[in-house]
Structures are given as C-alpha cells and as structure tokens.
C-alpha cells in the first residue's frame, strides 16, 4: 500500500514562490498518475494539477494555469508542485494523491496535506 507524505508549505507573501514536495513509500508511484488537490476553509478539494506516470502529459486547473507545474522523479519516488506568483487565494491545505482523472473520488491515496498561506 503507498503512503504519501507531503512537505514544503510554510507562509508566503504574494507573488512569492514555494515548491511542495511529495514523497511516495510502501510502493512505486512510477505506474501512478500523480496529482495535487487543495482545500480552503470551508471548501471543498479541488483539483490543481495533474502528471502522467511517464512525464508526458500534464493537466491543470484553470486557476493555477501558466504559474503552477508539477514535476516528478519515479526513480527517487517523489512528485513536485512548483508554485509561483503566489496568490492569498491559493491559501489552502495542498495533498498529493495517486490515482486517476480530476474528481477526487477517483484518487486512491492520498497524503496528510501541507498548508499554504499566501499573505496580500
């Protein structure tokens, strides 16, 4: 079973930039869509990017589109979020997960989350 650990969220001020990390234990990810969801006080997860198992194809929100990238390395089994010009309404707990698709339901594993805060 893969366990999912994230790290790398801290407070920021807008414009800045952090990257998440995401360390895959238990099992390879290197066969796994990786993705990164995120969720507000008092909101729903949302979607924010996605990456295929061999690095050809990303998918992103609209809302993060052209700032954010996600990356990853199967040999080390860790997944990046490059996050720039930060905005306050990217505040949120970031999670990694592995699955599949854009609907949460659809991603089996999941980390603990990190939070970020963007400050205005």
């Known amino acids: 079973q893969m366990q999912l650990a994230e790290s790398g969220g801290g407070l920021v001020q807008t414009g800045e930039s952090l990257t998440l990390s995401c360390v895959a234990s238990?099992?390879?990810?290197?066969?796994?869509?990786m993705a990164w969801f995120r969720q507000a006080p008092g909101k729903e997860r949302e979607f924010v990017g996605r990456?295929?198992?061999?690095?050809?194809?990303?998918y992103y929100a609209n809302s993060v589109l052209g700032r954010f990238t996600i990356s990853r390395d199967n040999a080390q089994n860790t997944v990046w979020l490059q996050m720039n010009n930060l905005k306050p309404e990217d505040t949120a707990i970031y999670y990694c997960?592995?699955?599949?698709?854009?609907?949460?339901?659809?991603?089996?594993?999941w980390g603990q989350g990190t939070q970020v805060t963007v400050s205005s």
């Open positions: 997960a592995a699955g599949f698709g854009i609907e949460p339901a659809k991603y089996d594993y």
């Open positions: 238990g099992h390879t990810l290197s066969t796994s869509t």
């Open positions: 990456l295929s198992w061999d690095n050809t194809y990303g």
